[in-house]
């Protein structure tokens, strides 16, 4: 039990990874690999905690909110609402890599395929379950493709360009961009509820962990 306690152990920073790139288009086969598969978990535990109904995480809000208004799928609507966040990158002359392209579409199939294959439970223990276990898998996706330094995802490098043209703390612009997206998906018809209040309390040190599982295998 201590040792899978350890093993969880939280990392206080981005650690530098054998498949760590130099540049956002340094690519190679094993790194795309590693940098595909942490998206693809990221967008299927994002999708467990859709499939689960007791809430989603706050852009998955305004994903289920697009989708619901316009009959087309969750994995669609995220695609398309990450491509419109990119568009917002220009006037901030934020340059996108590799792993930014790639986050656009693979984790959108992630989604889709979770939604496609996997049923709603009856009982709540299990919803439940898919929560937890869909966070964590949002952690070791984010910790994978992160520590692949290909580029960053269309929100986060959003979030950073704003940062740093407005001079504004990145916790609050972080926080603005979340409240922001959580009321425009509550008010298109998104689901919220106790998977949205858990993603909200938990995925900081799930992505933590995320870091810390990465570290050890590497042992960086």
Avoid at 14 to 28: E, M, N
Avoid at 174 to 186: C, D, M, N, P
């Amino acid at each position: 039990m201590k040792r899978f306690i350890d093993v969880l152990r939280p990392h206080k920073t981005i650690p530098v990874t054998p498949w760590s790139a130099a540049h956002r288009w340094d690519l190679s086969l094993s790194r795309i690999a590693i940098l595909v598969f942490g998206l693809f978990i990221f967008g299927f535990g994002d999708s467990l905690i859709i499939i689960a109904e007791l809430g989603n995480a706050p852009w998955s809000v305004l994903a289920q909110g697009v989708a619901t208004r316009t009959s087309i799928s969750i994995g669609s609507a995220t695609f398309l609402i990450s491509c419109l966040v990119l568009l917002f990158w220009i006037p901030l002359r934020e340059k996108p890599g590799f792993g930014t392209i790639a986050n656009i579409v693979v984790i959108a199939i992630g989604i889709d395929v979770g939604i496609a294959f996997i049923e709603t439970p009856e009982s709540f223990i299990v919803k439940l379950l898919f929560v937890f276990t869909g966070i964590g898998l949002v952690g070791i996706g984010s910790a994978l493709y992160i520590t692949c330094a290909l580029g960053p995802g269309p929100r986060d490098g959003w979030m950073t360009s704003l940062h740093r043209r407005s001079g504004i703390p990145v916790g609050r612009v972080r926080t603005a961009i979340e409240i922001s997206v959580f009321l425009a998906g509550w008010a298109l018809g998104g689901r919220i509820g106790l998977g949205t209040a858990l993603f909200a309390l938990l995925i900081g040190y799930a992505v933590a962990a995320g870091f810390g599982v990465v570290s050890r295998i590497t042992n960086r």
